[in-house]
């Protein structure tokens, strides 16, 4: 894709998304600390700012070049920045694209990631008209997999040794929600 892209403000029930900002370094100074979260995405591992800022930029680089939407998810009532979650585009040309989202552990088990997949999933299906999403969750994380089906993913099947995480294949569930199953 060369076309640059706007990241919207959305809502999200009590929270907001929202195109990355330079300020949100603290979030990724946290995420950074995250056993889990720099395995599986560009989050550095070890935060510096410098790296900080690099990944905010990515974030920006992301919109710009077309390829997603990242948003960060933040709490309307105080500001607190949970987590993000991205909206990809790569395969948009096959009528589908792919959603990803973490929250950082301070933010855990308060309903952003479950809001926020619902607010970028209802947007991407019905006002980007995007036919299908999808997402790949490793079968050991539980909540995750809990968030994708009470948000009304449904489970497709297993995809054995689908992704590199780390220094090892990993196995996934393949999720969707159609445009369809809206009604």
């Given amino acids: 894709m060369d076309q640059s892209l706007a990241v919207p403000h959305l809502t999200a029930g009590r929270f907001v998304l ?4 330079i300020d949100d370094l603290d979030l990724v100074r946290e995420a950074s600390d995250d056993a889990y979260i720099p395995l599986i995405t560009t989050v550095p591992s070890s935060y510096s700012d410098t790296e900080g800022t690099a990944f905010v930029h990515r974030q920006w680089d992301r ?11 933040v709490r309307s ?3 607190k920045r949970m ?4 909206l990809w585009l790569r395969d ?19 309903g952003a990631a479950s809001a926020a997949l619902r607010a970028v999933a209802m947007w991407g299906l019905r006002d980007l008209l995007i036919p299908r999403l999808e997402l790949h969750i490793e079968p050991w994380n539980a909540a995750s997999l809990r968030t994708a089906e009470h948000v009304g993913f449904h489970r497709e099947g297993l995809l054995r040794s689908w992704q590199q995480v780390g220094t090892e294949r990993r196995d996934m569930y393949m999720y969707s929600l159609l445009s369809a199953d809206l009604g």
Avoid at 63 to 73: D, H, K, L, T, W
Wanted: glycine letters at 22%; charged letters at 15%; a positive charge.
């Fill in 63 to 73: 919109a710009v070049s077309g390829s997603g939407y990242p948003f960060v998810i």
């Fill in 83 to 86: 987590g993000t979650i991205g």
């Fill in 92 to 110: 948009r040309g096959q009528g589908r694209a792919s959603l990803g989202y973490w929250v950082v552990q301070s933010a855990r088990g308060q």
């Fill in 77 to 79: 009532e105080d500001g």
């Fill in 18 to 21: 929202r195109p990355w900002q």
